[in-house]
């Protein structure tokens, strides 16, 4: 059993910062890709930011320059550094981890929300 946690949700006022956890326990394989996703109210369930076991990183265009993805491999942790929040960015963030095309994964976490308000 793969378990993922996240943590850091929270409200935050326009331009401020949050930093989103996720740790990983159970049989996780590697290299894998690690990933946050986001679900606002009414809306489809998007991809914000992926990271690879190499380090390779992709941001989604509506977070580029304001969003930072890392990684710590031996704890099987992510994180997500958020600044310069903006109200669009309201929603629930999931941390997913994922073999693509190995038939290991996805794994999904519970969701922490973040709301964006002044």
């Known amino acids: 059993q793969v378990q993922l946690v996240e943590s850091g949700g929270g409200l935050v006022q326009p331009g401020g910062s949050l930093r989103l956890s996720c740790a990983a326990s159970?049989?996780?394989?590697?290299?894998?890709?690690m990933a946050w996703y986001r679900q606002a109210p009414g809306k489809e369930r998007e991809l914000v930011a992926t990271?690879?076991?190499?380090?390779?990183?992709k941001y989604a265009d509506s977070v580029k320059g304001r969003f930072t993805i890392s990684q710590i491999i031996a704890g099987n942790t992510v994180s997500l550094q958020m600044n310069s929040l903006k109200p669009e960015d309201t929603a629930v963030y999931y941390c997913?981890?994922?073999?693509?095309?190995?038939?290991?994964?996805?794994?999904w976490g519970q969701g922490t929300q973040v709301t964006v308000s002044s």
């Open positions: 159970g049989n996780i394989f590697r290299p894998n890709t």
């Open positions: 990271i690879t076991t190499g380090g390779s990183t």
């Open positions: 997913n981890l994922d073999r693509v095309g190995t038939g290991w994964g996805p794994f």
